[in-house]
């Protein structure tokens, strides 16, 4: 059974002592292989944003955006990267983190050297990268061949997509802390991709709504990420506007990593 | 298994190991492949400069759940430099609970745990380095394969071994391209202790490490968790195998209820219980026949003899039998061991005083 138990400590230094970024190099590592070998999982993250995009064109041809000042393609476009953070990054998380708890790994990994934060977000770190690829992708395919404009405040595109990773991560977390199994988990993201799609300018723009619902809506978890991005590829957005948009989402953000450090929980329920 | 092993000598059963920094290295027992092996300690700088040296410090350590229940009761105990501490009892006696509070991963409702003179749960970063952990049930993503998990492992352990080296010391080299969900419940065992040893750690923490695994995979974990502590690591176990604890610890504790009922070396655990004689009578030979020094209890035929003196009293009923030419059917004398130790307080302990465990009162007592 062996043959070397025991070694010299000094021999033993050779692998060295890890670094965070060795941690979250190698927890994601592992995630990105798992996220390969789940084929369901694999194929909601790269097609169904694509695939709601298309539609979300198709189904925009009904309503008046004559008020907004924007075009079919402009919304579907920019309501897709909300999308895309919706469904690669808070619907997928979710679903990992309860898997990884119910398996009872992330319990295994707290008896290691990874620290509490690192193991969420190594294991956050493929969902995000995926999600960040399709973004710039959207962009790209936007500008190069649907004939939008190049982004206007590419800082502030570029802000509210890295601000909403964070977000909805850290809402996964928190989801998952209320989720008890992997199937549960597509009923517990629900009320957050509904309100999201209806309230937060995803399909429909804020502006296309009634005052008094638009400004309730305003209030979303979203609403704040799709105001950044959108007036940061098309521009539009006044001072005003970009203010609740970024105090929006920094508030979410204060709240969802609070409910995870109140309730996350790191094994399952006996 | 009890054959190769010998049980150390040890200086007492009140759990104090007096160690002087000299003693940091002192364990040097040579086995095999360790001989020579000068295995230099993990900085002690990382350590507080009150610490005494015990690497294991509790002291009526308390854990209440939710709801009320008392899982551990206020327990103390410590464990030296090297040494094997094995922790028995039944199920539900406490024995996960502590450990899960030895390993930082739950903060204790009372009392204090110190591993190298730290606080685990709040000193996670300087603690969790030195110490490796085998859970009582796995935490293997299933989709991975061994190797890959041994690799994700790996890049969270700071000075840990080749994936292939640590695969070898298990057994599980051959299933290293093997899904962890294809695993057989003894083959996840083995990948657990496998991390557990990843990182060469000075403390060990094994909960349960053979449960699931079969008799073969049982001797070579007991090996290797030897080869290990006689390289110097430190070990604390869990098991519900008696006859684990008394081959591999030096010392141990009975947990039943959440506190310790009993501790010591295993001999001393031992010691203080009767040995037994047991063999059924030949119809026709009354009970009431048997010597009077006998303190012998009869169930119909079979009859059970506890002793202290168990070379005396086996004389005296084989010469007895000689004597009246009785034959003594599946005759059976055995010291006393663990098993039994452990079999009575748990009986005592659940108030069972009708059932008079441990005082041979069971049945007719036909010898005063």
């Known amino acids: ?270 | 298994m009890t054959g190769a092993f010998v049980v150390p000598e040890l200086p007492s059963m009140t759990f104090v190991m007096s160690t002087d920094d000299s003693a940091h290295c002192s364990r040097t027992r040579s086995a095999g492949n360790l001989e020579g092996m000068t295995r230099t300690r993990g900085n002690h700088s990382a350590s507080p400069a009150n610490w005494d040296g015990n690497v294991i410090e509790v002291e009526e350590l308390r854990r209440t759940y939710a709801g009320g229940f008392l899982a551990v009761d206020g327990i103390s105990f410590s464990v030296g430099e090297g040494e094997l501490f094995a922790l028995l009892g039944t199920n539900g006696a406490g024995k996960t609970s502590t450990v899960e509070m030895l390993e930082g991963l739950t903060r204790p409702s009372g009392g204090t745990v110190r591993v190298f003179g730290r606080d685990p749960y709040t000193d996670r970063a300087q603690v969790r380095p030195r110490t490796g952990v085998m859970l009582q049930e796995g935490g293997f993503p299933s989709d991975l394969t061994v190797k890959e998990t041994v690799r994700m492992w790996g890049g969270c352990t700071s000075g840990a071994r080749p994936a292939g080296e640590a695969l070898e010391l298990v057994g599980m080299s051959r299933r290293a391209d093997v899904r962890v969900k294809q695993l057989s419940g003894g083959e996840k065992r083995r990948l657990d202790l496998a991390l557990a040893l990843l990182g060469r750690p000075e403390v060990l923490f094994l909960d349960e490490p053979t449960t699931g695994l079969d008799a073969e995979g049982r001797r070579d974990t007991w090996e290797l968790v030897r080869e290990l502590r006689d390289g110097g690591t430190t070990v604390l176990l869990t098991t519900h195998y008696l006859e684990e604890a008394e081959g591999l610890a030096d010392r141990l504790a009975i947990m039943h209820g959440g506190r310790i009922v009993v501790s010591g070396t295993p001999a001393e655990v031992t010691a203080t219980r009767p040995a037994r004689i047991r063999f059924r009578l030949p119809v026709g030979v009354e009970p009431g026949h048997l010597p009077l020094t006998l303190k012998a209890a009869a169930e119909g035929r079979q009859i059970s003899i506890r002793t202290q003196e168990l070379q005396r009293d086996l004389r005296e009923l084989l010469s007895w039998a000689d004597e009246f030419g009785v034959q003594l059917e599946a005759l059976d004398a055995r010291s006393a061991s663990l098993e039994e130790a452990f079999l009575d307080i748990a009986a005592q302990r659940t108030g069972a005083a009708a059932a008079g465990a441990g005082t041979g009162k069971t049945g007719k007592a036909v010898a005063a």
């Open chain 1, 1 to 270: 059974m062996s043959t070397a138990v025991a070694q010299n400590r000094e021999t033993a230094a050779e692998g060295g002592t890890t670094t965070r970024a060795g941690r979250l190099g190698a927890l994601a590592r592992a995630e990105v292989t798992m996220l390969v070998r789940n084929r369901t999982m694999l194929f909601m993250a790269l097609f169904m944003p694509v695939f709601l995009i298309l539609s979300t064109k198709a189904s925009l041809k009904n309503v008046d955006l004559g008020g907004t000042g924007l075009s079919i393609t402009e919304v579907a476009l920019t309501g897709g990267i909300g999308m895309v953070l919706l469904m690669v990054v808070y619907m997928n998380l979710t679903s990992s983190y309860t898997a990884r708890r119910e398996e009872l790994v992330l319990k295994r990994l707290r008896t290691g050297e990874v620290s509490d934060p690192e193991i969420l977000a190594g294991t956050a770190l493929p969902a995000a990268l995926l999600a960040l690829v399709q973004c710039v992708l959207l962009v790209v395919v936007g500008v190069a061949v649907l004939d939008v404009s190049t982004p206007q405040r590419p800082e502030l595109l570029a802000l509210g997509a890295l601000a909403g990773l964070g977000l909805m991560a850290a809402l996964a977390a928190a989801s998952a802390s209320f989720t008890r199994t992997v199937e549960s988990a597509q009923i517990t993201t629900l009320p957050m991709l509904l309100i999201s799609a209806m309230g937060s300018g995803l399909f429909v723009p804020l502006e296309a709504l009634p005052d008094k619902v638009a400004s309730v809506c305003e209030l979303l978890p979203m609403t704040g990420i799709v105001t950044l991005v959108r007036s940061g590829w098309l521009g539009g957005a006044s001072g005003g506007d970009l203010l609740t948009a970024g105090l929006n989402t920094l508030a979410w953000t204060v709240l969802a990593v609070f409910a995870v450090k109140q309730w996350f929980r790191w094994e399952p329920r006996r």
